[in-house]
Protein backbone atom coordinates (compact mmCIF):
# COMPACT_ATOMS: atom_id res chain seq x y z
CA UNK A 1 0.00 0.00 0.00
CA UNK A 2 1.28 3.22 -0.86
CA UNK A 3 0.41 6.42 1.29
CA UNK A 4 0.54 10.26 -0.46
CA UNK A 5 0.72 13.20 1.43
CA UNK A 6 -0.78 15.81 -0.29
CA UNK A 7 -1.26 17.94 2.87
CA UNK A 8 0.82 21.23 2.54
CA UNK A 9 3.06 21.72 5.56
CA UNK A 10 2.13 24.53 7.82
CA UNK A 11 4.69 27.24 9.10
CA UNK A 12 4.63 31.04 9.17
CA UNK A 13 5.55 31.67 5.86
CA UNK A 14 2.84 29.59 4.31
CA UNK A 15 0.86 31.78 2.00
CA UNK A 16 -2.68 32.95 3.67
CA UNK A 17 -5.88 34.51 1.77
CA UNK A 18 -5.32 38.10 1.52
CA UNK A 19 -6.66 40.12 4.46
CA UNK A 20 -6.53 36.35 6.55
CA UNK A 21 -4.11 36.77 9.75
CA UNK A 22 -0.82 35.31 9.01
CA UNK A 23 0.05 31.82 10.61
CA UNK A 24 1.47 31.83 14.41
CA UNK A 25 3.45 28.93 15.44
CA UNK A 26 5.66 29.59 18.08
CA UNK A 27 7.33 27.41 21.13
CA UNK A 28 6.14 29.06 24.34
CA UNK A 29 7.44 26.70 27.19
CA UNK A 30 10.82 24.69 25.94
CA UNK A 31 12.76 22.19 27.94
CA UNK A 32 16.41 23.52 26.80
CA UNK A 33 15.13 27.07 28.28
CA UNK A 34 14.57 24.79 31.95
CA UNK A 35 10.71 24.11 31.32
CA UNK A 36 9.91 20.67 31.74
CA UNK A 37 8.14 20.21 28.28
CA UNK A 38 8.40 22.23 24.94
CA UNK A 39 4.84 23.19 24.34
CA UNK A 40 3.73 25.60 21.40
CA UNK A 41 0.70 28.12 20.40
CA UNK A 42 -0.41 28.54 17.20
CA UNK A 43 -3.04 30.58 15.54
CA UNK A 44 -4.69 30.67 12.44
CA UNK A 45 -7.41 31.26 10.18
CA UNK A 46 -9.54 28.37 9.70
CA UNK A 47 -8.68 27.79 5.99
CA UNK A 48 -5.51 27.77 6.66
CA UNK A 49 -3.27 25.71 4.33
CA UNK A 50 -4.71 22.13 2.94
CA UNK A 51 -8.60 22.89 4.39
CA UNK A 52 -11.87 21.76 4.08
CA UNK A 53 -15.12 24.46 3.60
CA UNK A 54 -18.20 23.88 5.16
CA UNK A 55 -21.07 24.96 3.59
CA UNK A 56 -21.33 27.88 6.78
CA UNK A 57 -18.40 28.88 4.75
CA UNK A 58 -21.08 31.05 2.61
CA UNK A 59 -24.27 29.42 3.58
CA UNK A 60 -25.64 31.04 6.64
CA UNK A 61 -27.50 28.43 7.62
CA UNK A 62 -25.71 25.41 6.02
CA UNK A 63 -23.79 23.10 7.50
CA UNK A 64 -20.65 23.21 9.72
CA UNK A 65 -17.53 21.63 9.52
CA UNK A 66 -18.01 19.22 12.47
CA UNK A 67 -21.09 17.91 11.09
CA UNK A 68 -19.53 16.70 8.01
CA UNK A 69 -20.28 13.09 7.22
CA UNK A 70 -16.94 11.07 7.15
CA UNK A 71 -18.51 9.09 4.32
CA UNK A 72 -17.90 12.14 1.84
CA UNK A 73 -14.61 12.71 3.18
CA UNK A 74 -13.06 9.19 2.95
CA UNK A 75 -13.38 6.97 0.11
CA UNK A 76 -13.12 6.73 -3.84
CA UNK A 77 -11.37 10.05 -5.46
CA UNK A 78 -10.52 10.80 -9.04
CA UNK A 79 -7.64 12.60 -9.79
CA UNK A 80 -7.64 14.66 -13.11
CA UNK A 81 -4.42 16.48 -14.24
CA UNK A 82 -5.69 19.06 -16.74
CA UNK A 83 -3.72 20.89 -19.27
CA UNK A 84 -2.57 24.08 -19.37
CA UNK A 85 -5.09 26.60 -18.80
CA UNK A 86 -5.90 29.83 -16.75
CA UNK A 87 -9.36 28.76 -15.90
CA UNK A 88 -11.23 25.08 -15.12
CA UNK A 89 -14.64 25.44 -17.84
CA UNK A 90 -17.48 22.91 -18.54
CA UNK A 91 -15.12 22.29 -22.17
CA UNK A 92 -12.53 21.32 -20.30
CA UNK A 93 -14.18 19.44 -17.76
CA UNK A 94 -15.96 17.95 -20.99
CA UNK A 95 -12.62 17.15 -22.22
CA UNK A 96 -11.21 15.17 -19.28
CA UNK A 97 -12.84 11.94 -19.46
CA UNK A 98 -14.28 11.84 -15.76
CA UNK A 99 -15.83 8.75 -15.39
CA UNK A 100 -19.82 8.34 -14.75
CA UNK A 101 -20.28 8.02 -11.25
CA UNK A 102 -17.02 10.14 -10.14
CA UNK A 103 -18.01 11.27 -6.22
CA UNK A 104 -14.99 12.51 -5.49
CA UNK A 105 -12.95 14.86 -7.82
CA UNK A 106 -9.49 16.45 -7.82
CA UNK A 107 -8.45 18.81 -9.79
CA UNK A 108 -3.97 18.65 -10.58
CA UNK A 109 -3.29 22.04 -12.74
CA UNK A 110 -0.31 23.93 -12.62
CA UNK A 111 -0.72 25.09 -9.27
CA UNK A 112 0.16 22.65 -7.74
CA UNK A 113 4.20 23.64 -8.88
CA UNK A 114 3.92 26.30 -6.74
CA UNK A 115 4.18 24.11 -3.99
CA UNK A 116 7.68 23.71 -4.29
CA UNK A 117 8.69 26.46 -2.64
CA UNK A 118 5.85 26.30 0.28
CA UNK A 119 6.51 29.51 1.90
CA UNK A 120 5.90 31.88 -1.33
CA UNK A 121 4.08 34.62 -1.64
CA UNK A 122 0.41 34.25 -2.40
CA UNK A 123 -0.12 33.90 -5.91
CA UNK A 124 -3.34 35.49 -7.25
CA UNK A 125 -3.48 33.79 -10.92
CA UNK A 126 -4.07 30.62 -9.55
CA UNK A 127 -6.01 28.22 -11.65
CA UNK A 128 -9.98 27.66 -10.17
CA UNK A 129 -13.42 26.76 -11.46
CA UNK A 130 -15.52 29.28 -12.98
CA UNK A 131 -19.41 29.57 -11.83
CA UNK A 132 -20.84 27.29 -14.78
CA UNK A 133 -17.85 24.25 -14.13
CA UNK A 134 -19.36 24.30 -10.41
CA UNK A 135 -22.83 23.61 -12.06
CA UNK A 136 -21.57 20.89 -14.20
CA UNK A 137 -19.73 19.48 -10.88
CA UNK A 138 -23.70 19.74 -8.79
CA UNK A 139 -25.62 18.07 -12.07
CA UNK A 140 -22.74 15.06 -11.55
CA UNK A 141 -23.92 14.43 -8.54
CA UNK A 142 -19.93 15.11 -6.92
CA UNK A 143 -20.08 15.20 -3.10
CA UNK A 144 -16.78 16.54 -2.96
CA UNK A 145 -14.28 18.72 -5.00
CA UNK A 146 -10.52 18.47 -4.39
CA UNK A 147 -7.90 21.79 -5.61
CA UNK A 148 -4.29 22.34 -5.42
CA UNK A 149 -4.55 26.33 -4.29
CA UNK A 150 -6.37 27.78 -1.34
CA UNK A 151 -8.98 28.41 -3.32
CA UNK A 152 -11.52 26.73 -6.04
CA UNK A 153 -13.24 29.80 -7.03
CA UNK A 154 -11.20 32.46 -9.36
CA UNK A 155 -9.27 35.31 -7.09
CA UNK A 156 -10.65 37.65 -9.33
CA UNK A 157 -14.36 36.77 -9.53
CA UNK A 158 -16.48 39.63 -7.35
CA UNK A 159 -19.20 37.31 -6.24
CA UNK A 160 -18.62 34.21 -4.26
CA UNK A 161 -20.43 32.28 -7.09
CA UNK A 162 -18.73 29.39 -7.41
CA UNK A 163 -18.77 28.48 -4.03
CA UNK A 164 -22.17 29.09 -3.08
CA UNK A 165 -23.43 26.77 -5.75
CA UNK A 166 -20.99 23.83 -4.67
CA UNK A 167 -21.85 24.57 -0.69
CA UNK A 168 -25.49 24.92 -1.40
CA UNK A 169 -26.04 21.64 -3.28
CA UNK A 170 -23.89 20.41 -0.17
CA UNK A 171 -20.71 19.62 -2.23
CA UNK A 172 -17.72 19.50 0.39
CA UNK A 173 -14.94 21.92 -0.84
CA UNK A 174 -11.24 20.62 -0.23
CA UNK A 175 -8.50 23.28 -1.17
CA UNK A 176 -4.89 23.53 -0.75
CA UNK A 177 -3.95 19.93 -2.05
CA UNK A 178 -0.17 19.18 -2.88
CA UNK A 179 -0.63 16.82 -5.85
CA UNK A 180 2.94 17.21 -7.06
CA UNK A 181 3.32 13.57 -6.77
CA UNK A 182 0.46 11.80 -7.17
CA UNK A 183 -0.71 10.95 -11.25
CA UNK A 184 -4.33 10.80 -13.00
CA UNK A 185 -6.59 8.38 -11.76
CA UNK A 186 -8.01 6.62 -9.07
CA UNK A 187 -7.08 6.59 -5.44
CA UNK A 188 -8.83 6.60 -2.18
CA UNK A 189 -8.71 9.72 -0.19
CA UNK A 190 -8.24 9.87 3.55
CA UNK A 191 -9.15 13.66 4.41
CA UNK A 192 -9.71 14.52 8.31
CA UNK A 193 -10.49 18.05 8.87
CA UNK A 194 -10.22 19.17 12.54
CA UNK A 195 -13.23 18.52 14.73
CA UNK A 196 -13.80 22.68 15.54
CA UNK A 197 -17.24 23.47 16.97
CA UNK A 198 -19.22 25.82 14.98
CA UNK A 199 -16.77 26.00 12.27
CA UNK A 200 -17.01 27.28 8.52
CA UNK A 201 -14.10 25.50 7.68
CA UNK A 202 -10.91 23.35 9.12
CA UNK A 203 -7.59 22.52 8.23
CA UNK A 204 -7.25 19.02 7.30
CA UNK A 205 -4.45 16.03 6.94
CA UNK A 206 -5.19 14.62 3.72
CA UNK A 207 -3.35 11.46 2.13
CA UNK A 208 -4.37 9.50 -0.84
CA UNK A 209 -3.93 5.73 -1.22
CA UNK A 210 -2.73 3.78 -4.64
CA UNK A 211 -5.97 1.69 -5.49
Not at 54 to 79: Q, R, S
Not at 123 to 140: D, F, G, H, M
Not at 146 to 166: F, M
Amino acid sequence: MKIIDVSVPISPGLPVWPGDPQIVLERVHSIADGSESNDSHMACSVHTGTHVDAPKHFVENGLTIETLALTTLIGPAWLVETPPLAIITVEALDGLAIPAGTERLLFKTRNSDLWEKPNHEFNTEYVALNSEAAEWIVSKGIRLVGIDYLSVQLYADKEPQTHRLLLEAGVVILEGLDLRKPKSGLYQLICLPLKLVGSDGAPARAVLIEQ
